[in-house]
T-cell receptor, first 114, second 109 residues
């Protein structure tokens, strides 16, 4: 139990549609990152939010966007879905500036694009 | 671009055997982390190594960070079926992690 919850756990979308994935972090976690994990591969960093501002971005196009809210929740939005967007999307949160560097992953949202 | 290569990609062994997983890069990392991920779950942190040459033990798991901080290894002694999972090394800034390609371990009774 990491205290990081994601929703939905599974969803199927059609190519061209838009999707919103949600993450609820532990209280006090001021940093959240999103990762994409394709089948059989390691997670790839999409972007990070720190105190509600984007704080770094991986090699993903602008149609991947996010929001972080004051209540320690966050969203990942993907527009114009493509087949290759099918993957497990992981949210990770932690407290930057706190003791230690442990980050906690949610169980992920499985997205299938057909 | 920092890359982490893991080997082997897949390992199938019998209970009681020993194994080593390698994580290599051409880049220097200030620290490396090892995670284990089980099906349907997110990665769970096993250990963080920070100092070149550092060795950390977690029960039957031994983690080593290379002297040059470019590589790391995970050694499991007397593997058990409960060790089955995807092992990932990762490095980089706080939460902006670069993950390795992963090693999928299957331990059969």
């Amino acid at each position: 139990e990491t205290g990081v919850t994601q929703s939905p756990t599974h969803l199927i979308k059609t190519r061209g549609q838009q999707v919103t994935l949600r993450c609820s972090s532990q209280s006090g976690h001021n940093t959240v990152s999103w990762y994409q994990q394709a089948l059989g591969q390691g997670p790839q960093f999409i972007f990070q939010y720190y105190r509600e501002e984007e704080n770094g971005r991986g090699n993903f196009p602008p149609r991947f966007s996010g929001l972080q809210f004051p209540n320690y929740s966050s969203e990942l939005n993907v527009n114009a879905l493509e087949l290759d967007d099918s993957a497990l999307y992981l949210c990770a949160s932690g407290r930057q500036g706190g003791k230690g560097d442990t980050i906690y992953f949610g169980e992920g949202s499985w997205l299938t694009v057909v | 671009t920092q890359l982490l290569e893991q080997s082997p990609q897949f390992l199938s062994i019998q209970e009681g055997e020993n194994l080593t997983v390698y994580c290599n890069s051409s880049s220097v990392f200030s620290s490396l982390q090892w995670y284990r991920q089980e099906p349907g779950e997110g990665p769970v942190l096993l250990v963080t190594v920070v100092t070149g040459g550092e060795v950390k033990k977690l029960k039957r798991l031994t983690f080593q960070f290379g002297d040059a901080r470019k590589d790391s290894s995970l050694h499991i002694t007397a593997a058990q079926p409960g060790d089955t999972g995807l092992y990932l090394c990762a490095g980089g800034g706080f939460q902006k992690l670069v993950f390795g390609t992963g090693t999928r371990l299957l331990v059969s009774p």
